[in-house]
T-cell receptor, first 114, second 109 residues
Framework: IAGITQAPTSQILAAGRRMTLRCTQDMRHNAMYWYRQDLGLGLRLIHYSNTAGTTGKGEVPDGYSVSRANTDDFPLTLASAVPSQTSVYFC?????????????FGPGTRLTVL | GQNIDQPTEMTATEGAIVQINCTYQTSGFNGLFWYQQHAGEAPTFLSYNVLDGLEEKGRFSSFLSRSKGYSYLLLKELQMKDSASYLCAVLDSNYQLIWGAGTKLIIKP
């Protein structure tokens, strides 16, 4: 593993189903983030984690949950998917949540909810 | 509310220079980032400005004026591979990035 990986690459999901998007980084970064990217809109922060064991809500947290049991993994769960959650989901990490800390992004998961 | 504005799309010619503008209104300011995103790929870091002025990095330069809430990304000697979306993002008082919708840059031969 080098950098950040996400799984699956893409997924088609029936509305009402539960889904977990996986994210793993090997850079020992403390901070991790989940964004969604929709056409015509900027990246929007769903949830973040400053360090293992802590999480926080971003701009659009409703319908999503996260956990940070260790430094490397930051899964995002949709408890009961709805069509408005159709989007491209990016996981990112940075050394810390502070100035000039660039975020490194995973390749993204394209999710379609029908 | 928080707002980042940048043009939706720009077109330029290979070998030329293009300037992509970004204006922002955010709750606090801890720096401004520019990222590049090729179609279907993840964003990648280009530059970071926290003080007023111009930062030059090869063919790319980024400028910041905090008093005007304004930044631009300058791309010189354009190459076809520069065709991508360019995302402006501001780090707010909570150290969260607020993102613009991105500017799609089309390079023509």
């Amino acid at each position: 593993i080098a950098g950040i990986t996400q799984a699956p690459t893409s997924q088609i999901l029936a509305a009402g189903r539960r889904m977990t998007l996986r994210c793993t980084q090997d850079m020992r970064h403390n901070a991790m983030y989940w964004y969604r990217q929709d056409l015509g809109l900027g990246l929007r922060l769903i949830h973040y984690s400053n360090t293992a064991g802590t999480t926080g809500k971003g701009e659009v947290p409703d319908g999503y949950s996260v956990s940070r049991a260790n430094t490397d993994d930051f899964p995002l769960t949709l408890a009961s998917a709805v069509p408005s959650q159709t989007s491209v989901y990016f996981c990112a990490s940075s050394e810390v949540m502070a100035e000039d800390n660039e975020q490194f992004f995973g390749p993204g998961t394209r999710l379609t909810v029908l | 509310g928080q707002n980042i504005d940048q043009p939706t799309e720009m077109t330029a010619t290979e070998g030329a220079i293009v300037q992509i503008n970004c204006t922002y209104q955010t709750s606090g300011f801890n720096g401004l980032f520019w990222y590049q995103q090729h179609a279907g790929e993840a964003p990648t870091f280009l530059s970071y400005n926290v003080l007023d002025g111009l930062e030059e990095k090869g063919r790319f330069s980024s400028f910041l004026s905090r008093s005007k809430g304004y930044s631009y990304l300058l791309l010189k000697e354009l190459q076809m591979k520069d065709s991508a979306s360019y995302l402006c993002a501001v780090l707010d008082s909570n150290y969260q990035l607020i993102w613009g919708a991105g500017t799609k840059l089309i390079i023509k031969p």
